[in-house]
């Protein structure tokens, strides 16, 4: 197949809405190409291929280099598209007048599996000669793809399930299983292909892959006519989800995202490798503060997750734990169709039995969830407001009775999340915004008062509609004091309210504070500048948590 | 050099006015006497007491806004003169009956582009190269992102879209004025051969674009009430304005496309809520805009209706040529 056959499949999808639609497209792409070229479409089409071979910037300049185009010109247009490789796409429409259009007929798998990756070997010089080469011989169409291969911004409104909805159709094979297929390192070659959408279904090989997640929905009232009792409660931690694997003696640390991470956290694989059993586990990894019994802050996870083969000065300034839900599998029997409460029995008996028979003392990096039992939904309430002070995020809410399957399925898990925390905070700067929101202002910054001055403390993207995003960009362009590149100052007048998850000490910043998940939750359009909260109030927040 | 009191055209309450002439260009607000450059709801007001426009530019208002609207006509290259300055239309290439408009007094030339594109468009005249010493010019696409395709390779991609989905309708929006017609040409030269239905605001243009000679092709009034069978694997063209709201609900099974020159950029296609977009359009792209300003041989240059930073900029750095700015 060649790449042309490729973008086209690409310019489609980016032009269907509906997800039926999008499946016939890809069933058919599927059918009518090779199994190679297959595996790299899937490879790409499910994001696997974002490695980044040179930047966005680097792109722009090197286009500035060949064309003689001046860089403020290619950096205005940015502003208007939102996405490098597509602005070079479209600067180099009838630049490459060369009709030696010799690669039109490239294949994926040449493309990508050589033409590419061969592209760091150069030095400087040849890597720009050859990407110039590669953009006169290319034709037009495949332009955008090459250059988001290249800067690793391939992206199209497919999800992971839409691909794994599409294979499960066309060979006729239960998503669930095709879900298992796809997870992990599927490395792009033929056999992976035939692995995924082999009709025989081998357990040996599915079995070192962890099971579909299944995740929880936002509460629904609903659920507070239920008895309280057909419910199990847990608090809610902010660490990383996890698939915690031991199959034939074989220890595997699955992330949601699909990410092996076993050499991020060596010591946690070491230690469960003691353990006698085989089991898939569910769960959380957190950096544990083992004194208090409750978790760090999320900054302290990220200090350890890109980390890899960390030393162990790294491992004691940062000790994890992973905290187990729930228990999926038990030497070799799988045990999701289980009811919860039932798995929780068996994960109880089998954690007692792991900390008495295991010659290694494994409660210093692993233990299972405790449960919470409230009397009544009003004392759940209680709960879920003290959440803070042991650092989690709320409760989450399981139905008893309930077998585990995957993905965000209705009915079976809720999460009940403490309310923000808020402040009224003053639109200082804005800022273009890049990808769908290219050519409006869409990044604002907020600030509070202290004393006259008004100090910077967060920024957030997201909140307002669409409707409310085109009126401020109005309000924006009529309003702006300065411009320093692609940032406006604004005359002080907007007012919005600011709700954010987590507040604490930072020294980074000017306002002495920072805060997680910022967002827009309010356009305060009754509100004055002078009505805004300032500084000392985000303090006294501060203070009422810890 | 001359302050903007000294300019024989100068920008007054945000319209382009001659104050020798007392005559306002495109005006927003009603005054004595306007000149029209063409039929778009947006160079048009009410209540002016006269308007002076080319013979299809008022045959085309005077559909939109009425018989009782007094307009003057003039061929295009004809000369008039008014306080004596002499003014004279010529075709600006944007869509029937458009017109740039050009000033001569004391041998000084003034030339305001209107809205102009280059393309080539079967429905209308093709853009003058009119020289000038000033130059007013529309820059709606002034940035070189923007680089049109042929409008047949449009046209095929258009064709391809409808016949690709024969069980679907596909709803096509565009100015009901201009582009409507520029696409019914292309389209029918095109592999598709199927039904074209158009709205009303459209079909009232076909017949007088069919009136004023321009060669387009039957296209079926659309009524509210059509069988959805009857309607499958055919084309409908209908203004923007229909697009959100529930005039869709008439329809079933249907997709929905837009043709506009904004639609070259991926964000504004996405955030459009169109399923596709076709990127053709009624106004010059930047090499478009850099050729009339060259060909012009203008040595001072205006920009307005549109972003005009970087074009300006890259015009005084590139091609030494001097960008004046409009005080508004």
Not at chain 1, 375 to 396: C, F, H, M, Q, V
Request: net charge positive; with cysteine.
């Amino acid at each position: 197949m060649s790449l042309k056959k490729f973008s086209e499949l690409f310019s489609d999808l980016d032009s269907i809405n509906s997800t039926n639609n999008k499946i016939e497209v890809l069933k058919r792409f599927f059918l009518s190409n090779e199994p190679i070229d297959n595996s790299w479409a899937i490879y790409l089409l499910t994001g696997k291929s974002n490695k980044r071979f040179i930047s966005g910037r680097y792109l722009k300049n090197l286009f500035s280099q060949i064309y003689e185009y001046p860089q403020w010109l290619i950096d205005t247009c940015y502003l208007k598209v939102g996405d490098s490789a597509e602005v070079i796409t479209l600067l180099l429409k009838n630049k490459t007048t060369s009709r030696n259009k010799k690669l039109s007929n490239i294949s994926l798998n040449e493309l990508l599996g050589k033409t590419i990756p061969e592209l760091s070997k150069l030095n400087e010089e040849e890597k720009n000669l050859q990407i110039k080469n590669i953009w006169e011989r290319l034709p037009e169409d495949n332009h955008l793809i090459f250059n988001k291969i290249l800067t690793g911004t391939f992206r199209v409104g497919v999800s992971i399930g839409l691909i794994t909805k599409s294979i499960s159709k066309l060979i006729n094979i239960d998503e669930e299983i095709i879900s298992h297929r796809l997870m992990g390192n599927l490395k792009p070659s033929i056999d992976s292909y035939e692995f995924l959408i082999n009709k025989n279904i081998n357990l040996e090989e599915l079995n070192s892959k962890p099971f579909p997640f299944l995740l929880a929905n936002n509460i629904e009232d609903k659920i507070f006519k239920h008895s309280i009792n057909d419910f199990q409660f847990e608090w809610k931690y902010d660490g990383i989800r996890m698939q915690l694997i031991k199959r034939s003696g074989h220890v595997s640390l699955w992330t949601r995202g699909q990410e092996l991470v076993n050499e991020s956290f060596p010591e946690l694989v070491e230690k469960m490798s003691f353990i006698n059993d085989d089991f898939v586990l569910d769960g959380e990894l957190l950096v544990w503060n083992f004194k208090e019994q409750i978790a760090f802050d999320f900054s302290l996870l990220q200090k350890r997750i890109n980390r890899k083969s960390p030393t162990r000065s790294i491992q004691k300034r940062y000790p994890i734990i992973f905290i187990a839900y729930d228990l999926l599998e038990i030497n070799g029997r799988d045990i999701r169709e289980i009811k919860l409460e039932n798995r929780r029995i068996e994960l109880e008996k089998y954690f007692s039995k792991w900390q008495n028979k295991t010659e290694n003392n494994i409660s210093d990096i692993f233990k299972i969830c405790d449960l919470i039992f409230p009397k009544d939904w009003p004392d759940a309430l209680t709960y879920k407001e003290k959440s803070r002070e042991n650092n989690t995020e709320g409760l989450i809410i399981k139905k008893k009775t309930t077998i585990y399957s995957s993905g965000r399925k209705k009915g079976i898990w809720w999460k009940y999340k403490v309310d923000p925390m808020q402040l009224d905070a003053v639109l200082i700067y804005a800022k273009g915004g890049s990808g769908r929101r290219a050519g409006l202002y869409t990044d604002y910054s907020f600030a509070l008062w202290k004393d006259q001055e008004l100090i910077k403390f967060a920024s957030a993207y997201s909140g307002l509609t669409n409707v409310e995003i085109k009126e401020l960009d109005k309000w924006i362009r009529k309003n702006t004091i300065e411009k320093f590149g692609p940032v406006r100052s604004l005359k002080p007048e907007m007012v919005f309210e600011i709700s954010f998850e987590k507040i604490q000490f930072s020294k980074r910043h000017k306002s002495g504070i920072a805060v997680r998940f910022p967002r827009i939750t309010k356009w305060r359009k009754d509100k004055k500048i002078n009505d805004a909260d300032s500084l000392e109030n985000a303090y006294k927040l501060m203070k009422k948590i810890s | 050099m001359r302050t903007k009191k000294e300019y024989l055209i100068r920008y007054k309450n945000g319209n382009l006015y001659c104050e020798l002439a007392d005559i306002w260009i495109d005006p927003s607000k009603p005054v004595k006497k306007a000149l029209i450059t063409h039929a778009h709801f947006d160079h048009f007001t009410f209540g002016c007491e006269e308007y002076i426009s080319t013979k299809e530019t008022a045959i085309l208002l005077k559909e939109r806004f009425g018989d009782n609207i007094k307009i003057k006509t003039f061929e295009y290259g004809e000369e008039f003169k008014i306080n004596g300055i002499n003014i004279s239309f010529h075709p600006s290439g944007h869509i029937l009956g458009s017109s740039q408009i050009r000033f001569i007094f004391a041998e000084e030339k003034w030339l305001i582009s209107g809205d102009f594109k280059l393309q080539k468009d079967e429905t209308c005249k093709q853009y003058e190269i009119v020289k000038t010493d000033y130059l007013i010019s529309e820059c709606t696409f002034g940035l070189p992102i923007f680089k049109w395709d042929e409008s047949n390779k449009i046209a095929n991609d258009i064709s391809k879209w409808i016949t690709s989905s024969p069980e679907k309708t596909s709803l096509l929006f565009c100015y009901s004025l201009g582009k409507a017609q520029r696409l019914l040409k292309e389209i029918s030269q095109t592999n598709f051969k199927g039904n074209i239905y158009s709205h009303d605001s459209i079909y009232k243009m076909n017949n007088r674009y069919r009136e004023l000679g321009i060669d387009i092709r039957d296209t079926i009034k659309i009524e509210n009430k059509k069988k959805i069978d009857e309607l499958k694997g055919s084309l409908i063209l209908l203004p923007p304005s229909l697009s959100k709201g529930s005039y869709l609900k008439n329809f079933k099974n249907i997709q929905t496309a837009f043709a506009s020159g904004w639609m070259s950029i991926r964000a504004l296609r996405k955030r459009s809520g169109y399923d596709k977009g076709f990127a053709i359009s009624d106004h010059a792209d930047w090499d478009g805009i850099l050729e009339v300003v060259k060909k012009s041989e203008a040595k001072n240059v205006f920009f307005h209706h549109g972003d005009s930073e970087a074009l300006s900029k890259y015009l005084v750095e590139k091609e030494s040529i001097n960008v004046l700015l409009f005080s508004k």
